[in-house]
């Protein structure tokens, strides 16, 4: 790594990556300069279509890459955490999309991974990394709402495409471990950690939850109400509630120009916050960067990272057992 610049690998041709691609070089003092397939002719024909300067047939032989400093991990989420330790123990910095892992063993493993490597190892919820997230939570704490009584959210698109690998539950598919991972983090951006969840699942036949629906309860009276699913029309909503208002984040995780918060207290007082125009993965990218390149503190740590994958574990557990569950963090 030179001291200026952050070289990036992508490690796998998945679709989001067109989200970063452009992030990656939007950002000063990064650059993005090798993707990685199983197939060598589709990692070239990648390479070719998005101006990559060099492709691999394997993940392997671009973490043996010296000239690669960082890389970003969009495979399946059963691969996260595996391929996450591998890199960091290649000497890479990690940038994994979510959820970081699928088991709080899983988390734990990537955080030995990146205190014993010294890499920086950050989960991808780029949503969390906009202004309008941070100022949301200093509203809050504010006094904003009064005393918060109910955040919700909810993520649900119809996912149409049979063979996604969102359906299958040897890659860890369903619902909640995709969309649903973006309410759950909002509700504990907002609220912390909760004491107990209770889930419900409609299951597919291949046994992955097509819809998920969820509470989250707190010892200080909030509950927290989240859905998400993969048969509903697309909807994103986000909402703390409290004893002297309510603010509404419309067009929340997918965040663009039309994201902004609505500040409404009793029948005819309402404010707009807005911020400038900015991608979140870029942001998200430049935080990144800043905390490899500076040694800058990220906005979301792999403690809560972990804390996010515990409580999506626990609603799973929940569902399951048809019991409200205590989530167990430490």
């Given at each position: 790594?030179?001291?200026?610049?952050?070289?990036?690998?992508?490690?796998?041709?998945?679709?989001?990556?067109?989200?970063?691609?452009?992030?990656?070089?939007?950002?000063?003092?990064?650059?993005?300069?090798?993707?990685?397939?199983?197939?060598?002719a589709r990692a070239e024909a990648y390479a070719a279509e998005h101006k990559i300067p060099r492709a691999y047939g394997s993940y392997e032989a671009l973490l043996d890459d010296p000239e690669v400093d960082a890389v970003y991990i969009s495979?399946?989420?059963?691969?996260?955490?595996?391929?996450?330790?591998?890199?960091?123990?290649?000497?890479?910095?990690?940038?994994?999309?979510?959820?970081?892992?699928?088991?709080?063993?899983?988390?734990?493993?990537?955080?030995?991974?990146?205190?014993?490597?010294?890499?920086?190892?950050?989960?991808?919820?780029?949503?969390?990394?906009?202004?309008?997230?941070?100022?949301?939570?200093?509203?809050?704490?504010?006094?904003?709402?009064?005393?918060?009584?109910?955040?919700?959210?909810?993520?649900?698109f119809f996912l149409d495409r049979l063979n996604d690998v969102r359906w299958r539950p040897e890659l860890a598919g369903g619902s909640l471990w995709d969309v649903g991972s973006y309410?759950?983090?909002?509700?504990r951006w907002v609220a912390g950690e909760p004491e107990e969840v209770f889930g419900w699942q409609v299951l597919t036949s291949s046994g992955v939850d097509a819809t998920f629906a969820g509470l989250l309860r707190y010892d200080n009276g909030v509950l927290g109400v989240m859905d998400c699913g993969f048969r509903q029309q697309f909807r994103v909503q986000a909402e703390v509630t409290g004893t002297e208002g309510t603010l509404t984040l419309e067009r929340p995780y997918l965040m663009n120009a039309q994201s902004r918060i609505v500040w409404q207290r009793g029948l005819d007082q309402e404010q707009v916050?807005?911020?400038?125009?900015?991608?979140?993965?870029?942001?998200?990218?430049?935080?990144?960067?800043?905390?490899?390149?500076?040694?800058?503190?990220?906005?979301?740590?792999?403690?809560?990272?972990?804390?996010?994958?515990?409580?999506?574990?626990?609603?799973?557990?929940s569902a399951r057992t048809g019991q409200p569950c205590r989530v167990l963090v430490w």
């Open positions: 790594m030179t001291d200026t610049t952050l070289r990036w690998g992508l490690l796998s041709t998945a679709r989001i990556n067109e989200r970063l691609i452009p992030a990656i070089r939007a950002t000063e003092r990064a650059e993005l300069v090798a993707v990685a397939s199983r197939d060598l495979l399946p989420n059963s691969l996260h955490a595996e391929w996450t330790i591998c890199a960091a123990q290649a000497g890479k910095h990690v940038l994994c999309e979510k959820p970081l892992a699928v088991s709080v063993e899983q988390c734990d493993q990537v955080i030995a991974a990146a205190e014993s490597s010294g890499r920086v190892i950050a989960e991808a919820v780029m949503y969390l990394y906009h202004p309008l997230l941070q100022r949301l939570r200093e509203m809050v704490k504010e006094g904003a709402v009064g005393q918060v009584t109910l955040v919700r959210g909810a993520f649900s309410p759950v983090s909002f509700i916050i807005t911020s400038p125009e900015i991608n979140p993965y870029e942001c998200e990218v430049r935080a990144f960067t800043r905390a490899v390149l500076e040694g800058a503190p990220l906005p979301v740590s792999l403690e809560s990272s972990r804390a996010n994958v515990a409580t999506l574990v626990t609603l799973y557990e």
